[in-house]
Nanobody
C-alpha cells in the first residue's frame, strides 16, 4: 500500500511560478509511471505531465514549455515546476503513480488547489 500527498499549491498571480510536490509514503517503489493531472469543478480530469520509469517525459500541449515534471528518488517525491502561470491553469492538481508490481491499480493523492489570479 502506498499513500501519496501533494503540497505546494496556493494563490499566485498570472505570470508567476509554483512548484508542486507529491510525496510517497514509502521508499523502494518499483514505479512504472508517474503523472500529474488537474481537474476543475464539473470538468474531466486532464493529464498534465507524465514521467516513465526511464525518465522520459510527456506534457499536455497546453503546458509545454511552461511546466516541468521531475523526481527525487532519494526523497520519494515527484515534482511539477509550473512557470508562466495563467488563469486557465487554475485547478486542483493530483499526482498518480502506477507500480510494476500492481499495474492494474492507480495510486492517487488527494489533490492540491492552484489558483492563478490577480
Amino acid at each position: 500500500q502506498v499513500q501519496l500527498v501533494e503540497s505546494g499549491g496556493g494563490l499566485v498571480q498570472p505570470g508567476g511560478s509554483l512548484r508542486l510536490s507529491c510525496a510517497a509514503s514509502r521508499s523502494g517503489l518499483n514505479i512504472y509511471t508517474m503523472h500529474w493531472y488537474r481537474q476543475a469543478p464539473g470538468k474531466q480530469r486532464e493529464l498534465v505531465a507524465t514521467m516513465s520509469s526511464g525518465g522520459s517525459t510527456n506534457y499536455a500541449d497546453s503546458v509545454k514549455g511552461r511546466f516541468a515534471i521531475s523526481r527525487d528518488n532519494a526523497k520519494n517525491t515527484l515534482y511539477l515546476q509550473m512557470n508562466s502561470l495563467r488563469a486557465e491553469d487554475t485547478d486542483v492538481y493530483y499526482c498518480k503513480f502506477r507500480l510494476y508490481c500492481d499495474l492494474g491499480r492507480r495510486y492517487w493523492g488527494p489533490g492540491t488547489q492552484v489558483t492563478v489570479s490577480l
